[in-house]
Structures are given as C-alpha cells and as structure tokens.
C-alpha cells in the first residue's frame, strides 16, 4: 500500500487503532475475488477499497465490513496473530537500533526514512524474518530489549509524535533477542545484512 493515497482522515484512523500507513492492501483496481485472495496471502488484515454505500468510507476488513462505520469489526482482526516480519532497522545518524514488524520490510524502510521516524531520516534494516505472529513476537523480543529502550520525539501528520521503539544497546544483544524471539514462531525466509558489524554503535 502506498500512504500517500491515504486521507489525513484515514491514516488518523489506522493510527488509532494501533495500524501503521502501510498496513493496508489497496484494491481499489481489483475484483473482490481477486483482493480478498491476494490480502491474505501477503497478511494484510485491512484493505482500501471501494467507498461504502452508508459514509463514503473506503477502509474495509478482508470480509469486505467498513469498520469506520463500525469500528468494532478491528476486534476481529488484530495484527498480532497475522503472519509477516519482523525485523531489526538501524540508523547510523542517530547511531540507534529498532525492532518492529511489518508486512513489507521495503516500504516499511521507505515510511522510516520519508517519516523521519525518532527525527532519523537514514533508516536500513538490517535483519528480517518472516514468523506466524508478527506483532506477538515483536513484542517478545521488545519486552527482552526494555531496559535498553528509549523515546524519541518526531513531527509527522502536523503534529509531534513519540517513537517507542528506540534501542540504545551492543548489536550482539539486540540480534539476540531477535533471534530468541523468532525461534518459537516459525521463522522463515530469514535474513541479515552482509555486513553487520557496520552497525555496532555500542560496543
């Protein structure tokens, strides 16, 4: 999905409910067959499609429900228990590390960088695997992570925001904690960047 085809009004949705701007499969040029197929396949839980017939809105479940005229419809779809990456991303500028999951690594590390997530504008990731439960396992190796974590504030959308995902630590320690994470949640397609050691900020 790309985010500049999003309203304010929608990414102030999406961002609500705890969805980042490029959580969201665009069908708006695809039959129903055809989107409904390909959203899960690639582990999108929410799709912009056609404006409902009730409000216009365009945000919709996999099923096809708008869940801006009924919100609770989220409830039923959650990205914790999605399939799709986690990774690990590093910025040399800031000289900081963060873990996070995504469905697409590239067009998460696009929206790092255009984003200027944490006020870093040179964001890469540099580790990546594909696991059952995305957002659990981040979350995992997150919670392994917590006595290194560090906010930042970054203005986005007009307004300033808080990245919580901010990692002051040796590389060695956080790949750990990556690597311990993935190891119980089907890790496939794994990968890491050829040289690592690049970005070892803390030694």
């Not at 809105?57 to 986690?86: E, L, M, S, W, Y």
């Not at 067009?107 to 659990?136: K, M, P, T």
């Not at 986005?156 to 119980?184: M, W, Y």
Request: contains cysteine.
């Amino acid at each position: 999905m790309v985010p500049g085809e999003l309203t304010a009004s929608e990414i102030l949705f999406l961002n609500r409910h705890g969805f980042l701007d490029d959580e969201i499969y665009d069908a708006r040029f695809e039959t129903s067959a055809v989107w409904k197929d390909k959203a899960r396949q690639l582990g999108f839980d929410l799709v912009l499609g056609s404006p409902c017939q009730k409000s216009g809105h365009r945000i919709r479940t996999r099923a096809g429900h708008c869940v801006q005229c009924d919100p609770k419809k989220i409830a039923f779809v959650t990205r914790h228990n999605r399939p799709g990456f986690v990774y690990v991303a590093a910025s040399r500028h800031g000289k900081i590390l963060k873990i996070g999951n995504a469905v697409d690594t590239d067009q998460r590390e696009r929206n790092l960088c255009n984003h200027q997530y944490g006020s870093f504008s040179d964001w890469i990731i540099i580790a990546s695997a594909r696991v059952d439960n995305r957002g659990q396992t981040e979350q995992a190796a997150l919670r392994a992570m917590s006595h290194r974590m560090i906010e930042k504030t970054y203005h986005k959308d007009g307004k300033n925001q808080v990245a919580r995902e901010l990692i002051q630590a040796p590389l060695n320690e956080v790949l750990s904690a990556f690597a311990l994470a993935i190891k119980t949640d089907n890790p496939q397609q794994m990968w890491k960047h050829q040289r690592l050691a690049d970005f070892n900020y803390l030694i």
